[in-house]
Each structure stands twice: as structure tokens, then as C-alpha cells.
């Protein structure tokens, strides 16, 4: 087995896309975090991360970018399922380290969903930190929406509501380490997919003002996503996520798709409650595991 290397671009690019779709077709959901595949899929945008070449073809790919937190850096692999091995984890991982500490990091954050992965990470001196559930239900739905009264329901509008969006967001994530912290760049980057459609984006006013929102994503036809779903704090806790999160389910099935998806932190009890209440279940379980260097 030779030594992992530095993704270059755009030579690795094909390479990875093909161990991408391997993966996802395998597990059953993407191989890599969304903010990572658009970093590497975005115009001008340079590779980040290691690679593991057996015979010119890509069996792994560790994707590394700077934290959120200053000093951190995260990490993602995408392994073929043919080379998970302990010592092919190892050996990424002793890579992946090495790396961030050439680039000053003080801590590197690694999130999986792979048994063995953990197993090496554990091994080199990881702990557990979190844990994101994937949850799923199947479509269509029984559950109608209720609004508390006062509520207006409409479209989100591109090129207005892109501030009011941001308070919303940021407001009701706050301190969380991916959703608390969007800027005006990361939502027009996000508006800018091909899946992006501004019906996909149901708002919540009263006078007039933006208070909640429910964003649904459909990349396949038949499984939808709840991609992001918020309320302000002020307003929580009346209803309104519930209303919002059944409108996003109606609009996903009406699109004829067949399950729709979304993820929680294990520790947001409250929210899973209500998930599981209209029929979410358990899907799968992505888990970070953090390591000072």
C-alpha cells in the first residue's frame, strides 16, 4: 500500500468523483459533508485534502479544511469499501494528523459514520464529542399544519429576504458549530445549486416580519430533504416549528417525492421528540471525535 498524497487539482477531481458515488451507492447516503463536496465542486476552488491511490484509481480521500474554531481544523474520509481496513484508517489518519499540524492546527475534528474508523481513532487518542442522526419518513404524510394565529406563510424571495433569513438562522443556531455562523456568501453559494428552487423555501411573517422558515431540497426526485428548518427564540415553543416542518413535508410529497430526510444533534431532545412525534425514525448516525494536537 503506498502512502496517501496531496489531492491535486484538477487532476483528482474525476478520480474522486467516481469513489464519491462508489460510497454513496454502498452506504446509502452521501460520502462526504455538503460544505466540503461544494468546496471541492465549486468553480476555481482547489482540492483540499489527502488521497490513497491503488493502480491510479482513488480508494480514499481525506477531506481537511480550517474550523470553525480558531486552531481547528475538521476532517471527513471517504473510504472505498473494499479497503476499509485498520490498517489503511491508520495510516490516512497518521496522514490527515500530520498535515493539519504542518498547518498550525491546534485540534483536529473528525467526523464518520464507519465502525472501524472509530475504532482507529479511539486508538490514536480521540474522543467522542457528538453525534448527528439522520432520521427518515416516508411520504406522503398524515399530519396537517397548524399556524398560530397571526402567522403568514409565503415564498422566500431572492435578492429581498436574504438578511431577514440570515437573523433568523443565525439567531435561532446560535453557538452551534455549522448552522450558527452563515454569511450572505454561503447563502447565495447555496441558492446557487442546481437544486435550488425559491418555492423549496417556505417562510413564516408576522407583520410583516420573517420568524421562522422551513428550506426543503430535492437532488433526487424521490427522497426529499428538510434541509434547514428554524425558528427565531422569541417565537419557539408555540408551535410553529411543527407547522412549518408538516408544510415542508406537504410540499416535498405534492414534488411526488417518496421519504424525506433530516438531521439533528443527539443532544437537541426537544426537536427529536417532535420529529419522531410525526413519524421521523432513525436512519443513520454520523459521530465527531476531537483530538488536541
Not at 431572492?158 to 450572505?184: I, K, M, R, S, Y
Request: net charge negative.
Amino acid at each position: 500500500m503506498t502512502a496517501p498524497r496531496r489531492a491535486l487539482f484538477p487532476k483528482d477531481l474525476s478520480g474522486l468523483s467516481q469513489l464519491f458515488e462508489t460510497v454513496h451507492t454502498a452506504d446509502g447516503h452521501r460520502a462526504i459533508g455538503e460544505h466540503l463536496y461544494l468546496e471541492l465542486t465549486s468553480p476555481g476552488a482547489a482540492l483540499t485534502g489527502l488521497v490513497l491511490e491503488h493502480r491510479q484509481q482513488l480508494v480514499a480521500y481525506v477531506g481537511l479544511t480550517d474550523g470553525f474554531q480558531p486552531g481547528w481544523w475538521t476532517g471527513e474520509l471517504a473510504v472505498h469499501p473494499a479497503w476499509r481496513k485498520r490498517e489503511v484508517f491508520d495510516s490516512l489518519l497518521t496522514a490527515a494528523i500530520g498535515e493539519v499540524v504542518d498547518n498550525r492546527a491546534t485540534g483536529l475534528r473528525l467526523w464518520t459514520f464507519l465502525p472501524h474508523l472509530v475504532e482507529a481513532a479511539l486508538a490514536m487518542g480521540f474522543r467522542s464529542e457528538r453525534e448527528l442522526r439522520s432520521l427518515i419518513i416516508d411520504l406522503p404524510h398524515v399530519n396537517q399544519a397548524h399556524y398560530p394565529t397571526g402567522v403568514s406563510i409565503e415564498r422566500f424571495r431572492p435578492g429581498h429576504d436574504e438578511n431577514a433569513w440570515l437573523e433568523v438562522n443565525n439567531q435561532a443556531f446560535a453557538g452551534h458549530p455549522e448552522n450558527g455562523n452563515w454569511t450572505v456568501e454561503l447563502l447565495v453559494q447555496r441558492m446557487s445549486q442546481d437544486w435550488f428552487h425559491p418555492d423549496d423555501l417556505i417562510v413564516a411573517r408576522r407583520n410583516d416580519r420573517m420568524i421562522g422558515f422551513c428550506w426543503t431540497k430535492r437532488e433526487k426526485p424521490a427522497v426529499g430533504e428538510i434541509y434547514v428548518i428554524a425558528v427565531s427564540p422569541q417565537y419557539q415553543g408555540q408551535g410553529l416549528g411543527r407547522a412549518l416542518l408538516i408544510n415542508g413535508l406537504t410540499h416535498l410529497s405534492q414534488a411526488k417525492a417518496n421519504s424525506a430526510v433530516l438531521y439533528v444533534d443527539s443532544g437537541n431532545e426537544r426537536a427529536t421528540r417532535m420529529y419522531e412525534s410525526i413519524g421521523f425514525r432513525l436512519d443513520h448516525v454520523d459521530r465527531s471525535f476531537v483530538k488536541l494536537l
